[in-house]
């Protein structure tokens, strides 16, 4: 199964003052390697605010993957519709060439960020 990050604890600390109806909790999160970190999320209820700050941490990784995925969609694409509106495979090569070289610098930009 799968390791992942826990919450061991949660309290409430009181309510919003700035957004009437939200009340502030503080988490305790057992992390991967076996440290604790606190951490403060707000929401109308404890399981609304485990949720925004889980939804906090999945946005933050998303915005890579976009990009990414875009990028090489449109290297794929675009040279292809190009070679078969001219009929001429050098496109289609071509993109086939790009994918392959944006694919192996993607992988050494992702091995340089995630060092360990």
């Not at 990414?68 to 694409?77: F, Y």
Request: hydrophobic content about 45%.
């Amino acid at each position: 199964m799968k390791q992942r990050r826990k919450a061991i604890d949660a309290k409430l600390i009181g309510e919003s003052k700035t957004s009437p109806g939200y009340f502030k909790y503080q988490f305790t999160i057992l992390e991967l390697d076996g440290t604790t970190n606190v951490m403060p999320a707000y929401g109308k209820d404890m399981e609304d605010a485990l949720e925004r700050l889980v939804w906090v941490e999945r946005t933050e990784k998303r915005p890579f993957n976009v990009v990414v995925i875009s990028a090489l969609v449109t290297i794929i694409i675009v040279p292809t519709i190009i070679g078969s509106l001219t009929n001429n495979p050098f496109w289609v090569l071509s993109a086939l060439g790009l994918a392959t070289l944006y694919g192996v610098v993607m992988v050494r930009v992702d091995k340089y960020f995630n060092k360990k």
